[in-house]
């Protein structure tokens, strides 16, 4: 595997248009150029098919459209530029949830941190006990397992946290205008593009174990989703959106973005460790939020509440402005766009 990640590192370097040579491969890997040659016909048996160009060398001819691990693994060396990304990385091509896979691992003792992804879920879950559209081409499913041992008061702010760093990885590296809507979804114009499902164990008033699980759409168009595929399947899809929709059409690189995911969600566990976000916390939430000064709706247990989306208070709950001029705070609820003039 490792081998196999630099040889796949070295030809994404060179990009879509660039080659590289058999000599720098070999050099790479320390082996011969016959053998170079033999790794690449391995790797085609893998589907990543190589065209050769005399006297120019080696390239990828496509990348693959799915998630693949050797792919993930090449993209993840070449953003850390070797240096390891401090996390394990586990890929499954099918599980019921992340999360849940993740949850077993934890009770199985398994170190931390991680993240597990998975091809497919069958299981999928969303916040409020919705299933989640999880078929297997263009979406990210995954879990990240972390044991942060803190108070689980600052659960909230860390979801919100690990959304806006997500965000600002799409809107600065990809160009993609999306924004954070309170409390878990990634959005472009009224489309849910990404849920964030955060879920702790407490012992002792202390979040032991905390499997944060996302489910990105990538690629793909969701007015194509089965019917039926999930309970949601077909109310999804209308306001689901996919990250490709928001690129006018074009597909992402889904391994590349897979990476940077990776990465975001590491650094962004490790900067709130370190009690690094307060002010990055304000400053990205300026830039991000989604419903900043909007006419809200938002549903709870006990009704509808009906206003407008002040921003938040210091444990991450939020704000809304009610007609009376007063302002309520909400823990925890759906907010939707409108419902008040
Ligand atoms: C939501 O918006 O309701 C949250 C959706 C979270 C979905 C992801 S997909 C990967 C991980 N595994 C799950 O079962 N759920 C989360």
Redesign the pocket.
Known sequence: MPETTTLLAALLEAGQDGYVSGEELARQLGVSRVSVWARLQKLKGEGLTCTAVRGRGYRLAAEPTVLHPAVLAAYIRLRQRGKSPGINVIFLPET??????AERRLAAGANTPFVVF?AR?T??????G?T?H?AEGG?????FAFQPKLPPARMPKFTLWIALRLCRMLNEGYHLPVKVKWP??LVFEGR?L????TEARIDADLMRDLVC???LNVNGDPERWAQGRSSTGSAAAKIAGTLQQVNSGKPLPINAVAADVVLAGKAAFTDFIAGRTEKEFSELWSRYDALNGNAVSVTLMDGTLKGRAAGLDASGALKISLPDGSIRTVQSGDVSLGGYG
Do not use: F, P
């Not at 979406?139 to 879990?143: A, F, H, K, N, R």
């Not at 990404?194 to 499902?197: K, S």
């Open positions: 019921d949830s992340t999360n849940l896979e998975a879920q299981a999928g879950r969303g916040r409020l919705r989640w999880s979406g990210l499913y995954l879990s878990n979804d849910k990404a849920g964030l499902l699980g996302l489910g």
